[in-house]
């Protein structure tokens, strides 16, 4: 099978689809890191993001790679930008800041588009974003597009943050929250919108557990 969850910054849809995977065996793959990877590897190079062309043709060229492990510091797996570890470097402020606007240009989505299609063409993966279910894999068994309020996402962000030993207040976190659903949701190609066959699941008041055993069941029907 083939299963895609969607859904906003925040949403669970990481931490679930993990989850999901692990349980049945299948390959995780979160399609973020690509566009992350991207945007790291154009701020490398000291291109400009808003350079449409210079950081289209650099998503073209990137090599990708994301392995299932690596080295045993927290990290669910390993992402690879033209063979450099940017696990971490990919979660920084700049890349944060500026990856929404690299993720709205139509040659990188497309060169991304085309990688996930073929990492999904073996089966047996939940892929994890923003339009998989909609544009990347629309034919996928199970698609899945999970749903928080911003004040929610905000509340869970803070949680980690502060677990985490960071200072970050939360109202500092809901206004970025909010900042960037208004980026993905107004972004005119790929915009955050569940497919019209989504299984919409509304997260505020669910826990993880419940969320990943409520898709367990609709995997189960979807088979
Ligand atoms: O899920 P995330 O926060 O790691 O995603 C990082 C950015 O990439 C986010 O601004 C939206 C974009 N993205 C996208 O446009 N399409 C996807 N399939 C996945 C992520």
New binding site residues.
């Given amino acids: 099978m083939i299963i895609t969850i ?1 859904g906003a ?2 949403s669970g ?2 931490t679930v689809g993990a989850l999901l995977a692990q349980s049945l065996g299948y390959l995780y793959f ?7 990877a991207v ?1 790291w590897a154009a701020l490398d190079r000291r291109l400009e993001a808003n350079n449409v062309e210079q950081v289209s043709q650099l998503a073209e060229t990137l090599t990708i790679d994301v392995l299932p492990d690596g080295p045993n510091d927290g990290r669910q797996y390993t992402v690879l930008a033209d063979g450099r570890d940017v696990t971490w470097a ?1 979660r920084s402020p700049a890349v ?1 800041k500026y ?2 606007l ?3 240009y139509p040659r990188v ?1 497309a060169a ?1 588009t085309a990688q ?1 299609r073929r990492i999904a063409s073996a089966g047996r993966v939940v892929m ?5 279910g909609t544009v ?1 894999l629309p034919d996928a068994d199970l698609k899945v597009f999970l749903r928080a309020s911003a004040e929610e996402r905000a509340r869970r962000r803070y949680r980690d943050s502060q677990a985490q030993g960071q200072n970050a207040g939360y109202q500092e976190i809901l206004a970025a929250i909010q900042e ?1 659903d208004k ?2 949701i107004e ?1 005119p190609i ?1 915009p ?1 919108v569940p497919a019209e066959d989504a299984v919409i699941i509304d997260t505020d008041n669910l826990d993880i557990d419940t969320v990943v055993a409520r898709l367990k069941e609709l995997v189960t029907g979807a088979a």
């Fill in positions: 969607d910054a925040a849809k990481s979160d399609t973020g890191v690509m566009y992350r945007t990919i944060e990856v929404s690299v993720s709205s989505r991304l996930q994890v974003g923003r339009d998989i990347v960037r980026q993905d972004k790929s955050l």
